[in-house]
């Protein structure tokens, strides 16, 4: 295995309990090629196991996304050499309140495409493998400055022990969250029908009917690689068109982020996961959805539609499709991940939230700057409660011209 190695952590760590266990770490998303197989199983036996904790995600985003910041994976493996656990991280110097610092992330963070980033680990090795990370970042102090890992999912246990023994050993802490929605589909499209608004109960079948009686309809999931990257020309087109319509430059104005998709649809094809939705209208493709399964769960991540053609609710009769089949399927959720879009709730959502987390050695320069952001934040929360409406109201105001002026000093 061709992976650069601690010496310090080649050996087994002597504070993990028995069984015995050595931690390897990889600098480089090559030399995880040969733990892919371990990899695989690893996410089998791993409950809240997501396409995100994947090699074909990871590895896709570090190759088209990731180019600038250098990963950092920590194997952990038992005593009879099994993988048992995995932090995939990447470290890029970033700034934060105002100092330009090496931040250390999730792998696939930074970029506004991944969500439910975790510390895969088997039964019984979660208190383990936190230990396992903690104690390898603060024998490698030179290395990183602050640690923010976003997007962690709630009863993740390896977040729950990190957080137990940061708490222990001291470390600087803050945490947030970010909103978050699925649907919890049941057996029958009837049922979920139900569980809708009145008024969407109404307009899914009508809007699908007035559809098909205006144009030769066809909705399909694309099922090979020339499907895949015609479709996948159709998203970008559909999606930017959309948004540079109204003056934004969209998901899809930078080629590594398309390049990402491309990878990452013939990698989620191969394995079977890909969930990429295709609505035809007399011959021409109009409005596609881009999606992926693991196990019983979907999950939406990307839509373009005609946007030429807002009332024929185009993305919203092929979600209705989607979500048809999908049930149909036996999928027991669709998950719209992070953000709080109005049009989601029309779908009969749950509400959820990822957890954020931000941690440094307290005496560090990431230590302190994080103590100094949390005191700046719960003083801010403080004069928000405490001021009347209209003076907090006119501070922010000030606040907001006194940025743009300094904005435009530096930019003269």
């Known amino acids: ?37 371990a990899w695989n199983a690893l996410l089998d036996r791993y409950r809240m196991a997501t396409t995100f904790s994947t090699w074909e995600w990871l590895s896709a985003w570090s190759r088209h996304l990731g180019a600038t910041r250098r990963p950092l994976v920590l194997g952990l493996f038992d005593d009879c050499r099994n993988l048992a656990g995995l932090a995939c991280f990447s470290i890029g110097e970033e700034a934060y309140c105002g100092r330009r610092i090496r931040v250390l992330r999730m792998l696939g963070d930074g970029t506004c495409d991944s969500d439910n980033l975790d510390f895969p680990a088997a039964p019984g090795y979660e ?32 977040v729950t022990s990190l957080l137990r023994e940061a708490a222990r050993l001291r470390w600087a802490c803050s945490e947030t969250t970010t909103i978050s929605s699925a649907i919890p589909l049941p057996r029958t499209w009837e049922q979920y029908s139900s569980m809708l608004p009145g008024e969407e109960r109404k307009n899914l079948p009508r809007y699908a009917r007035r559809l098909n009686s205006r144009y030769a309809t066809r909705v399909y ?27 934004e430059p969209g998901s899809f104005s930078l080629r590594e982020r398309r390049d990402f ?45 005609d946007h030429t053609r807002p009332s024929d609710r185009l993305g919203y009769v092929l ?13 027991r959720v669709y998950d ?63 606040n907001r011209m006194r940025r743009q002026v300094l904005a435009s000093h530096f930019a003269s």
């Open 1 to 37: 295995m061709n992976a650069a190695v601690s010496p310090a952590l080649s050996r087994p760590l002597e504070f993990l309990s028995a069984p015995e266990c050595s931690v390897k770490v990889y600098d480089s998303i090559c030399d995880l090629e040969p733990i892919r197989p």
């Open 261 to 305: 998709y491309r990878d990452l649809g013939r990698a989620l094809l191969e394995r079977g996961w890909l969930e990429l939705w295709v609505l035809v209208l007399d011959g021409n493709i109009s409005a596609v959805q881009f999606a992926f399964r693991y196990a019983d769960r979907v999950f939406q991540l990307q839509e373009g539609y």
């Open 221 to 247: 999931k694309c099922a090979d690689l020339e499907s895949v990257d015609r479709s996948l020309d159709a998203l970008f087109r559909l999606h930017q068109g959309r948004w540079e319509s109204i003056g």
């Open 336 to 398: 719209f991940l992070g953000g709080e879009d109005p049009y989601k709730k029309r779908w009969a959502t749950q509400p959820g939230s990822y957890r954020n987390l931000r941690l440094a050695l307290r005496w560090s320069k990431g230590g302190i700057l994080l103590q100094a952001a949390k005191q700046a934040h719960d003083g801010k929360e403080w004069l928000r409660r405490s001021l009347p409406g209209g003076v907090w109201d006119m501070l922010r105001q000030m």
């Open 127 to 158: 208190d383990i493998l936190a230990r396992s990370v903690l104690h390898h970042l603060r024998s490698h102090a030179s290395q990183w400055d602050l640690c923010a890992w976003n997007t962690l999912p709630h009863g993740s246990p390896v």
């Open 319 to 331: 979600r209705g499709e989607v979500l048809k089949a999908l049930i149909k399927e036996g999928v």
